[in-house]
């Protein structure tokens, strides 16, 4: 198996550099909502202006590491007929996705992380300061977050073998997303309601829970808790999935896929 992902993860980095402008675009139109969401913040308390612009930093690096666009693509294959052609092939159909998603999630690190060095040279607002220990949990919660949106939208775009508007399904679950994964603000400027809701529902641990590692918010019995709820959500993540894909084979066969 890790002679066929290290296949897999060099194709799909051929395939990404074939389209780099594309991925450039893309990359780039990603950072814009979280700098207008900065510095709207920064305008209406400007003397937290330091700790927006680390903030707003590290929601750009965490969204783009944890980011997930397999629902779309699901979708789309599902609907129009296509997907089948993965089945016909030797490995199933999600390894190809995790390949896609790694090699993207690495080119993005290797452009973000020296951007970042060289800011914070300049920027004092954007330097870490961070533990070992903080670092390590750092990567694990993020790690944690990317598997959490993979494996919600792959669950979703399942969905396209008995739904026709998957995309716009996804597109309600990004918008409250939006909110309580710490995207649009901080959840601790949020309503107390809407902060307890996050902190039992997925979408704090894709996004806002790493960069409270990062930042102090998060220690001792909080992250033990916050990891504790994220591995759960993952695990039922995936046995959704499981049923989702074993359920979605029966109806494709059935309607002669």
């Known amino acids: 198996m890790i002679r066929k992902y290290i296949a897999l993860l060099r194709m799909k980095y051929i395939e990404m550099l074939a389209y780099r402008l594309a991925t450039f675009v893309w990359m780039t139109g990603a950072i814009t909502q979280p700098l207008i969401t900065m510095f709207v ?5 400007p003397e937290e202006s330091d700790s927006f612009v680390f903030y707003f930093m590290a929601v750009i690096f965490v969204e783009r590491m944890t980011s997930a666009w397999d629902v779309w693509e699901l979708d789309r294959e599902i609907r129009e007929g296509t997907f089948s052609n993965w089945l016909l092939r030797p490995l199933h159909p999600i390894h190809w996705a995790i390949a896609e998603n ?15 060095v060289v800011a914070a040279t300049f920027w004092p ?5 961070m533990t070992a220990s903080q670092i390590m949990l750092f990567l694990m919660a993020v790690v944690l977050g990317a598997a959490l949106r993979f494996l919600l939208s792959y669950s979703c775009g399942l969905l396209a073998f008995w739904m026709t508007k998957v995309a716009a399904v996804y597109g309600v679950i990004d918008v409250i997303s939006l909110f309580l994964s710490g995207r649009i603000a901080p959840l601790g400027l949020l309503p107390p309601q809407l902060r307890e809701w996050s902190e039992w529902l997925p979408f704090r641990y894709m996004i806002s829970f790493p960069i ?6 998060a220690d001792g019995g909080e992250l033990a808790r916050g990891f504790a709820i994220a591995a759960g959500w993952m695990m039922a993540l995936i046995g959704a999935l499981q049923w989702l894909w074993k359920a979605g084979m029966r109806k494709n066969q059935a309607v002669g896929g």
Do not use: C, D, Q, S
């Not at 913040?41 to 308390?45: A, G, K, P, S, Y």
């Open 41 to 45: 913040w920064m305008n209406i308390h």
């Open 102 to 116: 790694i090699i993207y999630k690495w080119l993005f690190a290797v452009i973000l992380v020296p951007v970042w």
């Open 125 to 129: 607002a954007l330097r870490p300061h």
């Open 212 to 217: 409270e590692i990062a930042t102090g918010a």
